[in-house]
């Protein structure tokens, strides 16, 4: 189903479409009006409407003449078929793909906010990075995590989050114009585009107004209020959400681990690069990568869904074929297979080894969470609504719940 929403120079305001969605009867009732809508724009619905009232021969059961038994019968064959597609939706490998980018989308999104709510990006450190410099990273690591969220949205079939998704977007294009002044450019498409001189010239005091925590109506604060009630939608239940975000949170540690970005030298006052590595800013990552290995673990293991447990077996050996290496590194392996990280012996490391170590393992380790994130999250979140041969297919919905 997704979502398309045209973004012009205007000012437009979608926030009637979705105003219910601020609570919990509202969730379901935006999830059941973009569904019908769905299923009555491509036609769906009457396809639907004809199958259940079509009698044996082919007929219309409010036009037939035929025997009333064989109506009722070819009814409770159709509401069976229904209920057995309630029991086992179907999804497109298009949609799968995109609820699985969007579920973990909003996650990396959500970091991405909270960045830009914290003070302490906003001033400069020790170390002789600049206020400005950081602000410049977080900005441009949100525009690309929001545009990775619009993007999957639009083939998602999670009605829940891309309705949460449309309201992170209208409230983005109430304040293009505001936007506009610290360089983000909102494209016709929704997406965001940065202009980096705009953003040095307008300054940080003006980004840290824009995205303040202690102003719950900054835009900031709005975003991360949308993002927060769409990371929790659409859970079947609450160790299938746990570990599709440890896994989503493991696959960016791995790939950040693994990343040229994370090891850029410190650069003195002057802006001159030294020998000296952000080494808080990689143990934080380490620590991170450790954290949502073992979280992930908790909560996928009891999952009966193959994918997922072929994956944890694939994570499982590939650590265990680099314990002596992680050990080098402060990172051990214990006997039921979970991590600790030791501090001070990460700390000793030389981070010209712990990326080329990660460069592998951490890319290895990334690539198989994504598969735990995608089968987790496809299993847990199947498509709403009808499909285009007249399907219905029902996820978080109740209107069939008592004939289960």
């Known amino acids: 189903m ?60 409010w036009q037939s003449t035929g025997t009333t038994a064989s109506s009722k ?173 440890g896994a989503s949170s493991l696959k960016a540690d791995g790939k950040a681990l693994a990343s040229d970005a994370l090891y850029e030298k410190i650069k003195d006052k002057d802006g001159n690069e030294t020998d000296q590595y952000d080494i808080e800013k990689i143990f934080a990552t380490a620590s991170s990568f450790v954290n949502n290995y073992n979280r992930m673990f908790d909560a996928a293991e009891s999952s009966s869904n193959s994918g997922v447990l072929a994956n944890l077996s694939h994570i499982r050996e590939k650590t265990a074929q680099n314990a002596d290496a992680l050990k080098q590194f402060g990172i051990n392996v214990d006997e039921k297979g979970k991590l600790k990280i030791d501090k001070d012996t990460f700390k000793k490391a030389d981070m010209s080894q712990v990326q080329k170590f990660f460069s592998d393992y951490g890319s290895s380790i990334a690539t198989s969470a994504s598969l735990v994130d995608y089968y987790m999250t496809t299993q847990a979140n199947a498509t709403s609504g009808y499909t285009s041969t007249g399907a219905y297919n029902v996820q978080g919905s109740s209107r069939y719940a008592d004939f289960v």
């Open 73 to 245: 019968s070819n009814k409770s064959n159709v509401l069976d078929r229904i209920l057995e597609e309630k029991r086992h939706p179907k999804v497109s490998k298009e949609a799968q793909k995109a609820n699985a980018e969007l579920t973990s989308g909003l996650s990396s999104l959500k970091t991405s906010v909270s960045v830009l709510q914290n003070d302490k990006t906003y001033t400069d450190t020790a170390n002789g990075q600049s206020a400005a410099d950081k602000v410049i990273s977080a900005m441009k690591s949100y525009v690309s995590e929001y545009n990775n969220v619009v993007n999957a949205a639009k083939n998602s079939t999670l009605a829940n989050k891309t309705a949460y998704v449309a309201n992170v977007m209208s409230s983005t294009a109430a304040n293009a114009e505001k936007l506009s002044e610290i360089g983000l450019t909102v494209n016709s498409n929704g997406t965001l585009e940065l202009d980096e001189a705009k953003l040095k010239e307008a300054g940080v005091s003006k980004v840290q107004e824009m995205f303040s925590s202690k102003n719950i109506m900054s835009y900031g604060s709005t975003v991360a209020s949308r993002l927060q009630f769409a990371g929790a939608a659409n859970s079947s239940n609450a160790a299938d959400s746990t570990a599709a975000s």
């Open 2 to 61: 997704g979502i398309s929403i045209d973004v012009q120079a205007t000012k437009p305001d979608y926030t009637h479409l979705f105003s219910s969605v601020g609570s919990a009867a509202g969730n379901a009732a935006s999830s059941n009006w973009l569904g019908d809508y769905a299923a009555i724009k491509n036609g769906s619905y009457g396809k639907l409407m004809k199958a259940y009232y079509a009698d044996s021969n082919g007929g219309s059961a």
